[in-house]
């Protein structure tokens, strides 16, 4: 089976701009959920999607957003970029929206903001 | 509410010698938790999991945990480091309504000197 993937692997924006994220995940799992890690916050749960439908989001301002769509495959999208939203954007999926379930990772997406 | 807290920022050993990445949690419910390594740019990989079952938790590559719960504890060891070790590790928390919402620990540096 192929792993979690992240599109693209790198980014580079300016502030101001916006920027979409692409994550695939293993196939057959329905939940998709996103983290954001940086140096000086560590990794932290930006939201999760379950059948197209968000079940938790975590505590980020409304320019984070995202989606999921009927084949699992899931967008998160950041609008009017700042310098601290530069970080890398780690992917995870797993087969259902459950305490008990294990998390697979993708590479995650680098994102620079300038 | 959940936290996690990992007491040391950076473990330095020898290769060979015993490796110990302490963990101390807190959560309104029963807890599951999990041990992450991250080796430099890579995703995140689960070493093992603990979810209410046996207490003393085995993983990958010889990795074991154990789960106290009057000590709030669940610190990673291994009896003998080996350099391809070197990496971050997390703890991880999740439980209750939280679902798939992992709430991660700041991280552990380990080093392994030869």
């Known amino acids: 089976k192929a792993g979690v993937t992240q599109t693209p692997r790198y980014l580079i924006k300016t502030r101001g701009q916006q920027v979409t994220l692409s994550c695939s995940p293993i196939?057959?799992?329905?939940?998709v959920s996103w983290y954001q890690q940086t140096p000086g916050q560590g990794l932290q749960f930006l939201f999760e999607?379950?059948?197209?439908?968000?079940?938790n989001k975590g505590n980020f301002p409304g320019r984070f957003s995202g989606r999921q769509f009927s084949n699992s495959r899931s967008e998160m999208n950041v609008s009017t970029l700042e310098l601290g939203d530069s970080a890398l954007y780690l992917c995870?999926?797993?087969?259902?929206?459950?305490?008990?379930?294990?998390?697979?990772f993708g590479p995650g997406t680098r994102l620079t903001v300038l | 509410a959940q936290s996690v807290t990992q007491l040391d920022s950076h473990v330095s050993v020898s290769e060979g010698t015993p490796v110990l990445l302490r963990c101390n949690y807190s959560?309104?419910?029963?807890?599951?938790l999990f041990w992450y390594v991250q080796h430099p740019n890579k995703g995140l990989q689960l070493l093992l999991k603990?979810?209410?079952?046996?207490?003393l938790v085995k993983g990958i590559n010889g990795f074991e945990a154990e789960f106290k719960k009057s000590e709030t504890s669940f610190h990673l060891t291994k009896p003998s480091a080996h350099m391809s070790d070197a990496a971050e590790y997390f703890c991880?928390?999740?439980?209750?309504?939280?679902?798939?919402?992992?709430?991660f620990g700041g991280g552990t540096r380990l080093m392994v000197k030869p």
């Open positions: 995870a999926s797993s087969s259902q929206a459950g305490v008990y379930n294990e998390q697979f």
């Open positions: 196939s057959g799992h329905r939940s």
């Open positions: 999607y379950f059948s197209e439908t968000q079940r």
């Open positions: 959560s309104s419910y029963s807890p599951s």
């Open positions: 603990y979810t209410s079952a046996a207490t």
């Open positions: 991880v928390v999740t439980g209750g309504n939280a679902g798939n919402m992992l709430t």
